[in-house]
């Protein structure tokens, strides 16, 4: 089964119905490109569509079968029997072409889950992630084993969603560093009264995580490590960047953490299954662990994430992350959010360059210094922190950098 459908209460239905009955289920996210749609549909086998009003029609999808259905809540007296263990299929962000069809199972959707005891009082989640995304999938899942859950609206505005979520007394809320960048500019995030934040997807830098305990001084604001392939690996509370190496060689809640060169590895119950095509390449190592492509750095006994392996920026032959290079611009009083990328030079065939967003107001104060004073003081940051060929040569001021559907900064293909 296809699941071709814009809205996504909708969709949360139709998983909630069809898990049991559908062999397989293509949750497709609201932004596929419709250049990808056939192919999705022909590498999974997708016999039947299930779509609302907004999504892709019979001549669209090419499916002989396809219905239409809504949001409708009412009662009814049926009798569920599982008829089989459905795959769940779920679509990588094809940032760089066509996406990646992953298989999941129930079983290791909810890994990170087994075990946990039921929260004390009401627990009510929400989440600015897509639930067909594999992290607001997690959340999804939370809040059907313990409590309930807001949806957001790709439609709405952050100062919107959050006023939403406020209202209806949002407890647990989780997002990307960019969704949260995004909220605490826009002002909406001191609506909120949640006893947990969590950040994922992205890489929290020290900046966003004293930001949100600045903002949320009573919540536990924790970052964690999970992808599509990979699953949940691992959550971190004590406020600090990246992990505890403790964390990696012993086994936790059934995930093994391994460092190999620079490269997280994991092997868990939670990994997917395997991805799906002709030809595809295998999703695990002949040792069971899942190669992340994410690289880190030992530090006085704690691993650094110095971002993903085809990101790196080549300036004259020296590798440069260049979300090392925004966590250390981050950390600028008067910066919000920031994108390191790579301009070309006839000389090294690449310099670094940056793109800075800056905050309406800092430590309490609301008259921001001029555009060349923080680029300024931008610049003599990365020449204190930083080897000189990781310095940016070209330092912007931009109103905003774009953000992709699954919450993540938009990053030039290297």
Same mark, same amino acid.
């Given at each position: 089964? $296809? ?5 996504? &209460? ?10 049991? $009955? ?35 029609? +019979? ?41 990646? &069809? ?5 079983? !290791?959707?909810?890994?990170?889950? /087994? ?16 639930? =067909?995304?594999?992290?607001? +999938?997690?959340?999804?899942? *939370?809040?059907?084993? !313990?409590? !309930? &859950? ?86 971190? =509370?004590?406020?600090? /960047? ?32 395997? #991805? ?22 030992? @530090? ?11 990101g790196v920026i080549n300036v004259g032959g020296l590798?440069? #992350? ?9 950390? @600028?009083?008067?910066?919000?959010? !920031? &994108?390191?990328?790579? *301009? ?51 330092? =912007? ?18």
């Amino acid at each position: 089964m $296809l699941l071709a459908i814009k809205d996504q &209460l909708t969709a949360a239905l139709a998983m909630i119905e069809l898990d049991g $009955l559908a062999r397989r289920m293509i949750l497709c996210p609201p932004d596929l490109a419709t250049e990808h749609l056939h192919a999705v549909i022909s590498t999974a086998g997708a016999d039947a569509c299930v779509r609302d009003a907004a999504g892709p029609g +019979l001549a669209e999808t090419g499916i002989e079968t396809c219905i239409t259905v809504e949001p409708r809540l009412q009662p009814a007296d049926v009798s569920r029997v599982p008829a089989c263990a459905t795959e769940w299929i779920l679509l990588t962000s094809g940032t760089s072409g066509a996406p990646k &069809l992953v298989q999941h199972d129930l079983e !290791s959707l909810t890994h990170a889950l /087994a075990g946990r005891a039921k929260a004390p009082t009401p627990v009510v989640w929400s989440t600015f992630y897509d639930i =067909r995304r594999y992290g607001g +999938l997690q959340i999804f899942l *939370r809040a059907l084993s !313990s409590g !309930s &859950l807001v949806l957001s609206d790709p439609a709405e505005s952050v100062v919107d969603f959050v006023a939403r979520a406020a209202a209806v007394g949002v407890t647990h809320i989780s997002g990307t560093p960019s969704h949260w960048r995004k909220a605490l500019m826009s002002g909406a995030a001191g609506k909120l009264a949640s006893g947990y934040v969590r950040l994922s997807g992205e890489i929290a830098d020290q900046a966003i995580l004293d930001s949100l305990r600045a903002a949320f001084p009573n919540a536990i604001v924790a970052h964690a490590f999970a992808s599509t392939e990979a699953g949940v690996a691992f959550e971190v =509370r004590d406020g600090l /960047a990246g992990f505890p190496s403790a964390m990696t060689g012993t086994p936790a809640s059934g995930v093994e953490l391994q460092v190999v060169g620079e490269t997280l590895r994991i092997r868990s119950g939670g990994n997917a299954r395997r #991805y799906l095509g002709e030809g595809a390449e295998a999703l695990q190592g002949p040792d069971g662990y899942v190669d992340t492509g994410d690289l880190v750095e030992l @530090h006085g006994g704690r691993y650094y994430f110095m971002g993903r392996r085809g990101g790196v920026i080549n300036v004259g032959g020296l590798k440069v #992350y260049p979300e090392e290079i925004e966590a250390v611009i981050n950390a @600028h009083p008067w910066v919000r959010m !920031s &994108l390191v990328k790579a *301009r070309r030079s006839p000389i090294t065939g690449a310099v670094v360059a940056a793109d800075l967003v800056l905050a309406d107001e800092a430590n309490g104060a609301h008259t921001r210094p001029a555009a060349e004073v923080v680029t300024r003081e931008v610049a003599a940051r990365c020449r204190q922190s930083l080897a000189a060929h990781k310095v940016p040569t070209v330092i =912007r001021i931009v109103p905003a950098l774009e953000v992709s559907p699954s919450g993540k900064l938009v990053r030039p293909v290297a």
